[in-house]
């Protein structure tokens, strides 16, 4: 005999528990997703133009934590590049699927602010201003 549930629904996966429910709402980013000196087939996903030199998971972290996203650096290998470490975890939605900041409604726009403020942060400007300033000889 053949038993259907009284909805005629049937859950393919078995439950994976809360847990998983709400860590699927957090978004994973890798620094290669910003970096402009990756092509798409090695895993940037915005353009070339808008994306950032060899972006590091410290600095994606804080550009998060400036817009006011919750976020977790975890020590995972990139999938297309195993030698790539690390990636950041950012809570863009509450537990009742509010967005948390009005004007990113989607990963896609993060990642564009993210590469809009990185070059911005003061390790960048320094280290920008230190390879333009010539080295004092005596």
């Not at 919750?70 to 950041?88: F, H, L, M, S």
Request: glycine letters at 6%; hydrophobic letters at 35%; proline letters at 4%.
């Amino acid at each position: 005999f053949f038993f259907q549930a009284e909805d005629g629904i049937r859950d393919v996966e078995r439950s994976r528990g809360l847990g998983d429910v709400y860590k699927r709402q957090w978004q994973t980013i890798y620094p290669a997703y910003l970096n402009s000196k990756l092509t798409v087939q090695q895993g940037r996903r915005v353009s070339k133009e808008k994306g950032v030199d060899n972006p590091t998971c410290e600095e994606i972290a804080e550009v998060v934590r400036f817009l006011k996203f919750n976020c977790a650096i975890e020590d995972k290998a990139y999938p297309r590049d195993w030698t790539q470490r690390g990636r950041v975890k950012v809570l863009i939605k509450d537990s009742h699927g509010q967005l948390l900041h009005p004007e990113i409604l989607t990963k896609g726009k993060l990642l564009l602010k993210l590469c809009e403020y990185i070059p911005k942060l003061k390790t960048r400007v320094n280290k920008e201003l230190q390879a333009t300033t010539p080295a004092q000889t005596q």
